[in-house]
């Protein structure tokens, strides 16, 4: 069981990224998906989730509007699109695996290696 996440680099305060993050080794479609990240020096935190079908999504408050999560349930591919980043979104980003689609990290069952977003002034 593995995810393999992937996309995190530097990037300039207003642009744009996409992470994705590859599932193997589970069935996909039985788990809903999450991103989390940790800044240096700080607690990780929820940033988005989606459910196993894709319908129901859940956001930071600091990203709604910034950041979508959608998921290819043909491609075991969860991703996240990153818009108008800005300096604070700096972080290792995680993608994570669970039954529910929640904010609670606790509940999420596999995770990802993580992958550097690193956005400057």
């Known amino acids: 069981v593995q995810l393999q996440a992937s996309g995190g680099g530097l990037v300039q305060a207003g642009d744009s990224l996409r992470l994705s993050c590859v599932a193997s080794?589970?069935?996909?479609?039985?788990?809903?998906m999450g991103w989390f990240r940790q800044a240096a020096g700080k607690e990780r935190e929820f940033v988005a989730a989606?459910?196993?079908?894709?319908?129901?999504?859940s956001f930071k408050d600091s990203v709604k509007g910034r950041f979508t999560i959608s998921r290819d349930n043909a491609k075991n591919t969860v991703y996240l699109q990153m818009n108008s980043l800005k300096p604070e979104d700096t972080a290792v980003y995680y993608c994570?695996?669970?039954?529910?689609?929640?904010?609670?990290?606790?509940?999420?069952?596999?995770w990802g290696q993580g992958t550097l977003v690193t956005v400057s002034s």
């Open positions: 989606i459910s196993r079908n894709g319908d129901n999504t």
């Open positions: 080794g589970l069935t996909f479609t039985r788990y809903a």
């Open positions: 994570a695996a669970g039954p529910l689609s929640t904010y609670y990290s606790d509940r999420y069952t596999v």
